[in-house]
């Protein structure tokens, strides 16, 4: 699969054309490593990494058959990182009961100068939409730091309800689900077309 291919793509009435493309572990390499490596960044928890601890942590989700990749472009320029897993292998092993059709997620918007009012949630929402354009996904599930009060926002904006705390190796964790349904009737809410 190209990275120039692009698997999901949607626009925003206010911001314009979002679109989803494979990761490629060396050709994006750096322009990651300036994204996790970032302050804005510390709940990515990569602060110190190298250049080439980032392709290899890259390389091992690429060859990782229940994790995946991508990065997310606004207007056609990368703007964003998001990753799909399945949390019935990784992160959430035995932390509760999965279901078939459960994608867990994780995203990170890169750092900008120049921020655009709604660019946050118009990435949220694109990052969803992506995962949901798979008809066996029934349900997104999310583990962010509980410290991070400005994702816990965002993700009640596109429809998580927070479950509970969990123990995680890493973090404490709020442990969120979304549902189709819940994420349709949120982005309606808020006016939002898919």
Sequence with gaps: MSTTEL???????EL???AV???????D????????????????MMQDASLPDVEREYMRIAAHEHHQAF???HEGRPAFLMETYDPSELELVGLYDARPGDVGMHFLVAPSDTPLHGFTRAVITTVMAAIF????TERVV???????????ALNEAVGFAAERQVTKPEKEALLSFCTRAQFEAATAALGVSI
Aim: without cysteine; proline residues 10%; charged residues 20%.
């Design 16 to 18: 314009g054309s979002f």
């Design 29 to 44: 390499a750096e322009l990651l490593h300036g994204w996790v490596t970032h302050p804005k960044a510390s709940f990515w």
């Design 142 to 152: 999310v583990e962010p730091d509980i410290a991070n009060t400005a994702v816990h």
């Design 21 to 27: 493309r494979p990761l490629d572990p060396f050709a």
């Design 71 to 73: 990065i997310g472009l």
């Design 7 to 13: 698997l999901f793509s949607r626009t925003d009435k």
């Design 133 to 136: 354009a798979d008809p066996a």
